[in-house]
């Protein structure tokens, strides 16, 4: 897909609540997006690439007139956060502690494997961790306007997940715990952990969701994209659990389950990453990250198509 850069939108949500909207939201193409007042500026995420971290990042200057004082990232995967060395040297990095860990140890950064095609280029990115860790919570003032940094309470998307929640505007950035119309990713988190935290995203009662991929939320879409992900989850706890009662290795249980109403979400690979996480669960063990995705691969025919 040609022109995805292009795209990309910056789009004001609520009084001086950015998003910034990355088509078509699938393998490395994120949402980002910034709070700003008069007393300061909160990011919320970088982006994968230099490329496009710097756009997002001078569309945010022009549009607010302002630099960021602060930033967070959502969770350690490079898509929202490869760029957080294009923030300013003085903007401040805020980070879940598993996240700060997970991104340390992070090898893609350093060499992106032939998983996807094409390989991704990062660019001139390196690698810059968070100044502050959060373990569950964490306010943030911009003059009047609070920031409620907030850990769902367990593994979800990945150990270290962060919502940024704006309570006055009703305002949800939900990081990769929502993937509005395409397919979630677990593989780094939980199934049922993931499940778990669709409900505590629906307890804020937002106006607004800004999801990690996938077109801004809002009204009847809200309920109708959680009950997306419940449903999802639950096909995959199923799925899961009949395969290891039958004895089907987590590719062997993805070839075998059809996926009905979800079969037309880009991704559908991540199925099979979903179900390793499951079996790993189910068994006390370690994911294999080569093995799971050598399987994804296998299953998808070929390298995953990245366009970022």
């Known amino acids: 897909m040609r022109g995805t850069e292009d795209a990309a939108q ?66 350690q995967h490079g898509d929202h956060t490869y760029g957080n060395s294009l923030l300013p040297a003085g903007t401040v990095l805020i980070g879940q502690e598993n996240m700060r860990e997970g991104l340390r140890t992070d090898p893609i950064i350093d060499g992106c494997p032939p998983f996807w095609s094409p390989v991704p280029d990062w660019g001139d990115v390196q690698r810059r961790l968070p100044d502050i860790t959060v373990t569950d919570a964490l306010t943030v003032h911009l003059g009047d306007r609070r920031v409620e940094l ?19 505007e009703r305002v949800l950035f939900t990081g990769d715990l929502v993937f509005a119309g395409l397919t979630p990713l677990v593989f780094m988190g939980s199934v049922s952990g993931a499940l778990a935290a669709v409900d505590w995203l629906a307890e804020f009662g937002p ?18 994209v959680l009950d997306e992900h419940r449903r999802y989850y639950r096909l995959i706890l199923r799925t899961g659990a009949a395969g290891i009662e039958n004895g089907l290795s987590p590719l062997e249980a993805a070839r075998a389950v059809d996926l009905g109403e979800f079969a037309g979400w880009a991704d559908a690979e991540r199925l099979v990453l979903n179900l390793h996480r499951f079996y790993a669960d189910h068994h006390d063990s370690e994911l294999d990250l080569i093995a799971a995705f050598s399987d994804a691969l296998n299953y998808n025919g070929g390298p995953l198509p990245t366009h970022v």
């Open 207 to 224: 106006r607004v969701v800004v999801p990690g991929h996938g077109p801004i939320l809002t009204g009847d879409d809200i309920a109708r």
């Open 150 to 168: 907030r850990h769902p309470g367990g593994p979800a998307h990945t150990t270290g997940d962060l919502v940024a929640w704006v309570p006055d």
């Open 10 to 75: 910056l789009v004001e949500v609520g009084s001086g609540i950015h998003a910034w909207v990355q088509p078509d939201g699938s393998w490395w193409l994120n949402n980002a997006g910034a709070i700003t007042t008069p007393s300061g500026q909160l990011v919320v995420d970088t982006c994968a690439t230099e490329t496009r971290a710097r756009r997002f990042l001078d569309a945010l200057s022009t549009a607010t007139g302002r630099a960021p004082k602060l930033a967070v990232n959502t969770h």
